[in-house]
């Protein structure tokens, strides 16, 4: 679907259809965004958006894959160059296998949506968001993008690219009216994160969270995310590391009482 001219500011979120994605179009439609809801899965970016309209909220869902540069090039040539805040949230983790025998099509893959659809969606809205005259991007990274640890592998490499996307372009765009947030999650329980990474064995995925008493919801990110967005414009909230209370680091995690 074609996004309309609309008044309202204009938030672009990838990776819309479920988790963080969908948690941040809610909170940004419900902070005035006028929301454009990106991602592969047409059903759920079409119920995504059905419910928000039920709300009385803006929003406008477009089949996207950021990893199809001419896709990409095509749904910000539908936006008519109106674009203030682009919300790279599409992303993921394949495998948990240690460096020495992970699949290269794994890190292949995890590459490609990481970090080169984050480039792809950031070129190609760079010229809207700036005319804007205050555009924001957030880069939803990672824990894993500031740290390994044994079996992060090619997704822990993936994320210190998108961690390194975000500090670049920051340096490089000092000067022009746009913001760079980095955003960095820690253990956060969402439907599809842990069973992606685990290939869709649920047993596994739930081991993950196992005996940690709260871990974060992709609500609670996307509160940070819009906390951030809707800083004034000079603000800049460069990066932001959000765990749960159980969590001191990746490797270090309470469990049980
Ligand atoms: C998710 C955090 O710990 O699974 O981005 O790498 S972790």
Same mark, same amino acid.
């Given at each position: ?19 963080? /994605? #969908?948690?941040? #179009?809610? !909170? ?6 006028? @929301? ?34 001419? #896709? ?29 025998? #992970? ?9 490609? @949506? ?37 079996? /992060? ?25 746009? !913001? ?16 992606? !990474? ?30 951030? @967005? ?6 800049? @909230? ?20």
């Amino acid at each position: 679907m074609t996004p309309a001219p609309t008044a309202a500011p204009t938030a672009v979120v990838t990776g819309a259809s479920s988790g963080i /994605g #969908a948690a941040t #179009a809610r !909170r940004l439609a419900a902070a005035g965004y006028r @929301v454009v809801l990106t991602a592969r899965r047409e059903e759920r970016i079409e119920a995504l958006a059905a419910e928000l309209a039920e709300a009385g909220r803006d929003a406008v869902p477009y089949v996207l894959d950021v990893t199809d540069r001419a #896709a990409v090039d095509a749904f910000a040539a539908s936006l008519d160059g109106r674009c203030d805040v682009l919300v790279n949230n599409a992303g993921g983790a394949i495998g948990t296998e240690p460096v020495a025998s #992970a699949d290269p099509a794994d890190w292949r893959t995890m590459y490609e @949506v990481n970090v080169l659809g984050v480039l792809n969606m950031t070129q190609a809205l760079l010229p809207a968001l700036t005319a804007s005259g205050d555009g924001t991007i957030v880069v939803l990274s990672s824990t894993a993008g500031l740290a390994t640890y044994e079996g /992060g592998g090619g997704y822990v490499a993936a994320k210190h690219g998108s961690h390194v996307i975000a500090e670049t372009l920051r340096l490089e765009l000092n000067g022009q009216p746009v !913001r760079i947030i980095e955003i960095a999650p820690g253990m956060v329980r969402t439907e599809e994160f842990a069973l992606t !990474r685990f290939r869709g064995d649920a047993e596994k995925a739930a081991k993950v969270y196992e005996g940690v008493a709260e871990p974060l919801t992709a609500d609670d990110v996307a509160d940070s995310v819009a906390w951030a @967005v809707t800083r004034p414009s000079h603000v800049n @909230v460069d990066l932001l590391v959000v765990r749960p209370r159980a969590q001191a680091s990746n490797y270090k995690v309470h469990r049980g009482s």
